[in-house]
């Protein structure tokens, strides 16, 4: 056997435990099979043994007795009229004869009546030696142990409000997780969460109740009336996906305009760079076609030579909106190709799915159904700048606004208007509150 210093004993050394018991083996003998030391043995069987024969639960004085086999007393409980002999009588509360019996088996080493050779004609409990059932108890105990939080009331405090802080500013668990020392993995607090054990609920995080059960099957038919005549020759999405081959681009944008009520003022347009999970969102009150080519148009001269940089080519929907993507490519003054974008196929959400997925999120600051108004493009930076200041763990803990800056440059990214939210400062909340 391996040496068994500093660890705990498993199933495969309790059974060679219970086998040398068996061959009446002593402490000492036990502990050299297994290198421990023979305290470990004594300890090992003593708290794990079990009663494998229960004695009469109301037993007569006798059954205990050494006289037991021989006794002839009568008339011990001092009714003269019974014939019967005392000897097992279970009325018999005490008998000025009683000798007890001595019996050390179950008070030392091996602590079990196994190889007693009175265990047959002895009325008292009888304990044995289980591996299995000392494994299962051990490993209750082990669990046990574990349960709760191990930590003093103080740190508790600190750590629950820590986390009911950061949620309370809309950020997620995995956000806080890296934004501070809880001295606790990410999992142990999403366990704690669903078990209760601290403020934040699974109802308090960001997504859990916007979650929908998706539709069996999608529309039939989504295609916009006033793309009917749209020629878009050389921009679908197979040629997207030959044209990012053949450029070998990595770095691009997914758009789309977030979904609004008829009766708002406004409407958001998203972008996102879906390698960096970086967000940028812009304010549009009733955008139309020529209202989109003028964002870029302007964003074109604030960025200068950035641009071609940033915007290598966009992926998006076929939002009428964007029918004059020709206009959008080209710059105006001298006929130069600034950018080029590409179009999904109507219904197919997965050709741009990050986007998507951010307009989800999104929604914890502009809800669903809820009219926008009064919406400022500076605001609008506001909440991108947030977005980005997130820690997120399918970019490998850092934020997007870090990988923007490390690719592109800071320069650029001031040019957006954008800033570094410190991590404990982010707001993912409702618009009217920021």
């Known amino acids: 056997m391996g040496e068994n210093k500093g660890k705990q004993l498993d199933l495969s050394k309790r059974k060679v435990i219970a086998k040398a018991l068996e061959d009446d083996k002593t402490a000492t003998e036990i502990a050299s099979l297994l290198s421990c030391h023979k305290s470990t043995i004594s300890r090992e069987v003593r708290k794990y043994r079990h009663i494998s024969f229960k004695g ?4 007569s004085i006798c059954s205990t007795c050494s006289r037991n086999a021989s006794c002839s007393l009568r008339h011990r409980c001092g009714r003269m009229v019974c014939s019967c002999k005392c000897v097992g009588c279970k009325s018999l509360k005490t008998c000025d004869k009683y000798a007890e019996i001595k019996c050390h088996v179950n008070d030392r080493f091996p602590f079990i009546c196994g190889n007693c050779r009175f265990v047959n004609s002895c009325k ?3 304990y044995s030696y289980s591996p299995e059932k000392a494994q299962e108890a051990a490993s209750n105990i082990r669990r046990e142990s574990r349960e709760g939080i191990n930590m003093s009331e103080e ?3 600190s750590f629950d409000k ?3 802080d950061g949620s309370r500013k809309g950020q997620s668990l995995y956000h806080i997780h890296r934004s501070n020392d809880l001295g606790r993995c990410l999992k142990t607090i999403y366990n704690y969460s669903h078990q209760g054990k601290i403020s934040v609920r699974p109802i308090d995080l960001p997504r859990a109740v916007t979650l929908k059960e998706r539709r069996s099957s999608p529309p039939s038919e989504y295609e916009y009336s006033e793309n009917r005549n749209v020629d878009r020759t050389g921009h679908l999405y197979s040629d997207w996906l030959i044209y990012q081959a053949e450029k070998r681009i990595v770095v691009y944008w997914e758009m789309d305009f977030l979904g609004a009520p008829h009766n708002s003022e406004q409407t958001i347009m998203s972008l996102i760079i879906p390698q960096f999970q970086f967000v940028y969102l812009v304010v549009f009150s009733r955008p139309k076609q020529d209202d989109v080519v003028d964002f870029f148009n302007k964003l074109d001269k604030a960025l200068g030579d950035g641009f071609e940089t940033l915007f290598e080519a966009l992926l998006t929907d076929r939002d009428p909106r964007f029918n004059r993507f020709k206009d959008i490519e080209v710059r105006d003054d001298d006929a130069v190709v600034r950018t080029r974008i590409f179009f999904c196929n109507p219904g197919a959400s997965n050709e741009k799915p990050l986007v998507e997925n951010l307009n989800q999120q999104i929604r914890a600051v502009f809800p669903k159904g809820c009219p926008l108004s009064g919406i400022t493009q500076d ?3 506001e909440i991108s700048s947030n977005l980005n200041s997130r820690y997120l763990n399918s ?5 997007p606004s870090e990988l923007f800056v490390r690719y592109f440059g800071e320069e650029i990214f001031k040019k957006l208007n954008l800033k570094v ?3 404990n400062d982010v707001r993912i909340l409702r618009y009217n509150r920021y």
């Open 395 to 399: 970019i490998d803990g850092t934020t």
């Open 155 to 157: 740190q508790y405090r």
């Open 421 to 423: 939210i410190e991590p």
């Open 379 to 381: 605001l609008c930076d």
């Open 56 to 59: 009469d639960d109301n037993p």
């Open 162 to 164: 820590t986390i009911l």
């Open 124 to 126: 008292r409990d009888h």
